[in-house]
């Protein structure tokens, strides 16, 4: 049943923002030194009501002085896993906490007699005389951002590698109506005229959340002009060739950043 809801919830990652989405959120953005920090990873279209865990990850914390370690506890339920991480008592600067990259789902869709068919079983044969349409494996991160003190950017550096949404303004240092920033790379390169999508967070599925579409510039450059005050989701997506070797021919790129913005 699990790995039927985790499918499920993957399968929905070629849609909008209000379809399933990896988050990595944390209880609360106000850390102290000493204390210890609760998040939740999942997939979810309410954030953040969780519905399928994000498992099988290698989850890791990136400390202000560039070192890296692992969660203390990661505990996987059915519908979120549970990481919870003791930070250091002499803690300051900012941490970064992700769930790293995952290589998820094999989807495939193809074409035939005027119907399509999808299926996520790498075993079934693609019919003959069928037009396949697409042919992908999923390939996720999701991240956010906690700081002990004054913000500093040791643990913003960014990967070079796969997708990503890299900070420009500081993502634990934002406030209503100041503008918000980031550079949307992949493989370390800009990556231009891409949808990023940001969505409130309500944690409820009753009510309707504010959401934003914004679009990288030529340069990668993405700046919210007038951000509202609570937590929100960035989420970009990107298609690309996979390596040889892969499941599947492309990889469906997925990043995903939860931040909170505060009232000046």
């Excluded at 953005?29 to 309410?46: H, K, M, N, W």
């Excluded at 996720?140 to 590698?161: C, F, H, M, N, S």
């Excluded at 919210?224 to 499941?247: F, I, K, N, V, Y």
């Amino acid at each position: 049943m699990k790995r039927m809801l985790l499918a499920a919830a993957l399968a929905a990652l070629a849609g909008p923002v209000a379809a399933h989405t990896p988050y990595f959120a944390p209880a609360t953005f106000q850390v102290q030194p000493g204390g210890t920090v609760t998040l939740d990873a999942s997939f979810s279209e309410a954030f953040f009501v969780p519905e399928a865990a994000f498992d099988d990850s290698h989850f890791s914390i990136l400390g202000p002085d560039g070192r890296e370690t692992t969660p203390g506890r990661v505990v996987p339920l059915r519908t979120r896993v549970v990481v919870e991480h003791a930070l250091p008592k002499d803690a300051k600067g900012t941490y970064r906490f992700s769930t790293g990259e995952r290589l998820g789902a094999v989807f495939r869709t193809w074409e035939i007699n005027g119907r399509k068919v999808s299926s996520r079983d790498a075993k079934e044969a693609v019919p003959a005389g069928a037009k396949v349409i697409s042919n992908f494996q999923s390939r996720i991160r999701a991240e956010t951002y906690l700081t002990v003190g004054a913000p500093d950017r040791g643990a913003l550096r960014p990967y070079g590698q796969g997708l990503e949404l890299v900070p420009v303004t500081h993502p634990d240092d934002l406030y209503s109506n100041e503008p918000v920033e980031f550079e949307l790379r992949f493989d370390g390169k800009p990556l231009a005229d891409t949808p990023v999508q940001i969505s409130e967070a309500v944690w409820s599925s009753d009510r309707k959340a504010r959401e934003v579409e914004l679009r990288s510039d030529a340069k990668g450059h993405v700046r919210w002009e007038q951000p509202a005050s609570g937590t929100w989701l960035a989420l970009a997506r990107h298609r690309s060739p996979a390596p040889a070797g892969a499941a599947a021919p492309e990889y469906s790129n997925s990043y995903s950043l939860v931040f909170h913005v505060l009232n000046p």
